[in-house]
């Protein structure tokens, strides 16, 4: 046998081994979107690609190996106001909630996210590269703890004069000042930051 049969061989024989594994492994792989991978909207997948979520797990056989079952991902092209169980870059979310629809055994509640194309001045649980924020409130729709409360950001795409909590990427500062917009703690005071 040729030498390189033989890696071949060799590199065959370990991605059929990292194929049967990673589904036993419950790892949801991402990989790019590409013009094979378009228009996969509303389709069962046993992996979400890049640009995709998925609002549904189930388990099944096709996913598997052997007698084993692995995760099947309901996937969607995201969407202003979609409820889903990931996130993906581009978009924030305002809310998030509890099923178990999204849990891979069907049995814990596990995180659902709202999410939304990020809007000058709109309120969010995250933030978005890019963007900024001059406000910072808590609220317990953006807590993944029922009755806990967690920090939500006023989005505010960068300008020249703006007041801001944090001085984004290739932004500078001009002048600070200090009140309680963006601090995460009431009553405690934090920097705010004048965008040159």
Not at 9 to 22: C, E, G, H, S, V
Not at 90 to 111: E, I, K, M, N
Not at 125 to 135: A, I, M, R
């Amino acid at each position: 046998m040729s030498a390189a049969r033989s890696a071949r061989t060799a590199r065959f024989a370990l991605a059929t081994a990292a194929a049967l594994t990673l589904p036993l492994s419950g790892a949801t792989v991402a990989t790019a979107a590409t013009n094979a991978t378009t228009g996969l909207d509303n389709t069962w997948a046993c992996s979400v690609p890049s640009g995709y979520v998925y609002d549904a797990v189930q388990q099944t056989s096709a996913c598997g190996s052997g007698r084993w079952t692995g995760p099947s991902f309901h996937l969607r092209t995201p969407t202003d106001w979609m409820t889903a169980c990931s996130t993906v870059p581009g978009f924030v979310y305002d809310q998030v909630t509890g099923t178990t629809g999204c849990d891979q055994l069907g049995r814990t509640p596990t995180t659902t996210y709202r999410l939304r194309v990020p809007v000058d001045g709109m309120t969010a649980c995250t933030t978005n590269p890019g963007w900024t924020y001059d406000q910072v409130t808590s609220t317990s729709g953006c807590s993944q703890m029922s009755g806990v409360t967690s920090t939500t950001f006023r989005l505010r795409v960068p300008a020249s004069g703006l007041w801001v909590c944090s001085v984004p990427n290739g932004w500078t500062f001009n002048s600070t000042t200090s009140n309680t917009d963006c601090s995460q703690l009431r009553g405690v005071t934090a920097t705010k930051y004048r965008l040159a």
